[in-house]
């Protein structure tokens, strides 16, 4: 039974984690596609691309060096789909706004 529970404690942080790092990205992209239309839109969308890439980059560093496993690589995967789900309702009723 304590073997489940210290499953989930390692498995709950990855998930939040995961969905922390989905929120922040999929915020940077809706800023990045934004400025698209705005003076400078170039190197503005290239920025957010670099820090998104980074964004990644070292996301995943950090759940290889914290030995998650593949459990809590899922977990965050998870995290990351469910901050797309509702980043994508966010936009599609912000657009329904506009």
Known sequence: MSEGLGHAASVIPA???????GTLYF???WRSVRHLTG???GWR???????RLALIIGALAGLVLTSVGPSGILAA???VALARLLA???VRARIGEE
């Open 15 to 21: 998930f939040a984690a995961g969905f922390g790092v």
């Open 77 to 79: 995967m998870l995290g």
């Open 88 to 90: 994508t309702r966010f």
């Open 45 to 51: 969308f290239v920025l957010g691309l670099v820090l």
């Open 27 to 29: 915020a940077l992209l």
């Open 39 to 41: 003076n400078g839109a």
